[in-house]
């Protein structure tokens, strides 16, 4: 799938059951469809928990705020999480007036995330050796 211009969306499989979602670029209706795609793919290959990590999208309007919304419901189903990293104040506007960010754990970095999902599944992180989380 072409991406739109503007949007750019890295995945990092951190562990089998875990993924670091990074988006670049504005998060709207025309772009939207892209990250829920992303998403969508993490969870259907086992992954339950979804770092999205946000420090590079200055925008966001409804209709991304629906991508993640669908996300977080979606992994709850399933015993997951979705943890936001590093939202922009303009989008942390948003997500707080929405509600979302009560309802997601939110983190000023990657490396504080993938920390805190340390102690919800008694897995270890690595990230300096770029091996990310590894099951005990």
Not at 8 to 29: H, N, P, Q
Not at 31 to 49: D, E, F, K, M
Not at 57 to 71: E, K, Y
Not at 117 to 128: H, P
């Amino acid at each position: 799938m072409t991406e739109p211009a503007g949007l750019s969306v890295e995945v990092s499989v951190i562990s089998s059951d875990a993924a670091i979602i990074t988006v670049y670029g504005e998060l709207d209706v025309d772009t939207g469809l892209v990250l829920q795609h992303q998403l969508a793919g993490q969870v259907v290959h086992g992954r339950r928990h979804l770092v999205l990590d946000l420090a590079g999208v200055p925008f966001m309007d409804s209709s991304g705020m629906s991508v993640i919304i669908r996300a977080v419901n979606e992994v709850r189903g399933i015993d997951g999480s979705v943890s936001l990293v590093a939202p922009r104040q303009v989008v942390r506007r948003l997500l707080d007036l929405t509600g979302v960010g009560m309802s997601c754990r939110m983190f000023d970095s990657v490396d504080e995330a993938c920390e805190a999902l340390l102690g919800q599944d008694g897995e270890t992180v690595n990230t300096s050796a770029g091996e990310g989380l590894d099951r005990r």
